[in-house]
């Protein structure tokens, strides 16, 4: 049996890995690469097999870097199902068709001239393909495969994808959760696994404690609104991230630790999402039912969910009180770029990242010290503060990952290390090799390995 790192090797996005058992062939994930212009062109070229040899595909959760390519493989002829959890085809039907979007958008502003990667009509049809399982239900999604999603506690509906092919058990981490993060539950642990991929996104990083993160966001709040009177904007992912943030508003205004202020939540996907997780309760831990509880109308500022473009450019007149929150999460595209260029020159403002940015992109440049940056091809002086708050990540950290990896009461026969910029997954690998006595390996992009 064989297993190519079609893309998440040695960096985080473009997650997919295609399994060829010598009967059939399927894919683990069908991942966008994203940021930096390397990133076009692995996606022109991200499937190494006709995609109509792909018998079907087993996506762990809905973000972009996990899912975005889909459409492309419908597009060439995949005729299969995609299975994944209910929570995650919902959300898929408004993450892909924006997509397409992004991706037409883009096309219009290419110099070669280059068709869209897909369009929004290739990312409507390729939802037809898409088939909801259960947490906890084996799935069969051919004879000679079995298969089981576990919860992974990362957003709404993320899962770790354990398959059974050839007498092999291949685990797939998916993206993990961080113990204790809200809205979802923990991550479930698999016992056993012969061939194991965890992702390492922060494979050589501690997070912060939740209450040293709270009092982080608070000052941001404050310093921001109360003191300099200027406006807050948090670029965010959509889907987890934006619903983490409004968490933490709901939960720091219910302890009265920050002004009253409104929050306008600008990105229709991230409205969809916030509606489509309000919508799940089961899905979630305890704790977020307050967050339910204020959006509904709690004490403390308004939430303004604005979906359409007219609402979203009244948000550039307002110069002091406001929380804005917006996608994409490393401001490489949508209407964070607006905003971006209504605050980030003006010394009373801020901006608050909350999420991982890749290598490449701009939110990286920005959190990186950057002096000017160009937005619409204009050049803009960064004088707002910057603020990177890094314990609201969904992912899980160092020791969380050790954590999970300790729940495996074997060594697994072989240990991947995927999802990670190259000094945290080979920090990752150490620290496996070093606690549990694993030999462990961090794969080349586009290495095929026997398993
Ligand atoms: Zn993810």
Redesign the pocket.
């Given at each position: 049996m064989k297993l190519t790192f079609l893309g998440a090797a040695g960096e985080v996005t473009g997650s997919s890995y295609l399994v060829d058992t010598g009967e059939l062939k399927f894919l683990l994930d069908c991942g966008m690469f994203q940021g930096g212009r390397e990133a076009a062109a692995k996606n022109r070229h991200a499937f190494a097999c006709d995609p109509r040899e792909i018998a079907f595909v087993l996506l762990s959760?809905a973000?972009i870097?996990?899912s975005g390519l889909i459409p492309r493989l419908v597009a060439q002829g995949f005729r299969g199902a995609v299975y994944a959890t209910r929570a995650t085809c919902e959300l898929l039907g408004v993450m892909l068709p924006d997509s397409g979007h992004l991706q037409e958008r883009e096309a219009e502003y290419d110099r070669r001239g280059r068709a869209p990667l897909y369009t929004v009509a290739e990312a409507t049809a390729s939802l037809r393909h898409l088939v909801p399982v259960e947490y906890g239900a084996e799935l069969r999604p051919h004879a000679s495969v079995r298969c089981t999603f576990r919860d992974a506690g990362?957003?709404l509906g993320?899962a770790i994808v354990e398959v059974e092919a050839g007498g092999t058990k291949i685990v797939f981490s998916g993206?993990l959760g961080q113990p204790g993060h809200p809205i979802v539950r923990d991550p479930e642990r698999p016992a056993a696994a012969d061939v194991l991929l965890v992702e390492s996104t922060y494979g050589n990083r501690l997070h912060k404690s939740l209450t040293q993160t709270l009092d982080e966001f608070a000052y941001a709040l404050n310093d921001t609104l109360a003191s300099k009177k200027g406006n807050v904007v948090i670029p965010a992912f959509a889907v987890?991230r934006t619903q983490d943030i409004l968490y933490f508003i709901a939960e720091l205004r219910r302890q009265k630790r920050v002004p009253a202020f409104d929050v306008y939540l600008d990105s229709p996907m991230a409205v969809a999402a916030t509606r489509i997780t309000l919508a799940h309760p089961e899905l979630q831990d305890r704790e977020s039912l307050r967050m339910d509880a204020w959006l509904r109308g709690g004490e403390g500022g308004r939430v303004h969910f604005t979906e359409d473009v007219e609402d979203s450019k009244r948000i550039n007149s307002i110069r002091s009180g406001a929380v804005i929150i917006s996608a994409s999460g490393m401001c490489d595209g949508g209407r964070i770029k607006h905003h971006l260029k209504s605050n980030i020159s003006r010394p009373e403002c801020a901006i608050v990242f909350v999420g991982f940015q890749a290598a490449g992109s701009l939110g990286r440049r920005i959190v990186d010290g950057a002096k000017r940056v160009n937005l619409y091809r204009e050049p803009h002086r960064v004088r707002a503060k910057i603020f990177t708050i890094g314990g609201l990540s969904?992912h899980a950290d160092r020791d969380a990952l050790l954590g999970w990896l300790g729940g495996f009461r074997a060594a697994p026969r072989q240990c991947w290390v995927v999802h990670g910029e190259p000094l945290a997954a080979h920090a990752l690998r150490d620290a496996i090799e070093q606690r549990y006595g694993w030999r462990a390996a961090v794969p080349a992009a586009r290495q095929t390995v026997e398993i």
């Open positions: 959760h973000h870097d996990h990362h957003i993320s993206d987890g969904a």
